[in-house]
């Protein structure tokens, strides 16, 4: 009878040592792991870069809309002027930049 309780008493040690010992080999991520990790990281980080660069060229676009509005309200001769101005230089690059 004592041979049994030992043994018995071996197998609950072995076996309460295997269980500490599989959670301890779970608890290292594999590389596959941390690969997956890093792409996922990056993904939110191209993600919220993306979309700030979406919001700057929706601003841009607005401010072009606005001055083209603004151009609209102007009469025959203020539009001749207009014309010939760096104004309209530079809301021609403008909107060429934004249709690229």
């Given at each position: 009878?004592?041979?049994?309780?030992?043994?018995?008493?071996?197998?609950?040690?072995?076996?309460?040592?295997?269980?500490?010992?599989?959670?301890?080999?779970?608890?290292?991520?594999?590389?596959e792991?941390?690969q997956?990790?890093?792409?996922?990281?990056?993904?939110?980080?191209?993600?919220d870069?993306?979309?700030?660069?979406?919001?700057?060229?929706?601003?841009?676009?607005?401010?072009?809309?606005?001055?083209?509005?603004?151009?609209?309200?102007?009469?025959?001769?203020?539009?001749?002027?207009?014309?010939?101005?760096?104004?309209?230089?530079?809301?021609?690059?403008r909107?060429?930049?934004?249709?690229?």
């Open positions: 009878i004592k041979i049994k309780i030992i043994v018995l008493f071996l197998c609950f040690i072995m076996v309460l040592g295997s269980y500490f010992l599989k959670e301890q080999r779970n608890n290292t991520l594999k590389s792991q941390e997956i990790l890093l792409w996922m990281n990056n993904f939110d980080f191209l993600k870069n993306n979309l700030s660069l979406i919001q700057k060229e929706k601003d841009l676009f607005e401010k072009d809309l606005k001055d083209l509005r603004e151009i609209f309200k102007k009469n025959a001769f203020e539009i001749g002027i207009w014309w010939f101005s760096k104004e309209k230089e530079d809301l021609e690059k909107i060429n930049e934004s249709l690229k």
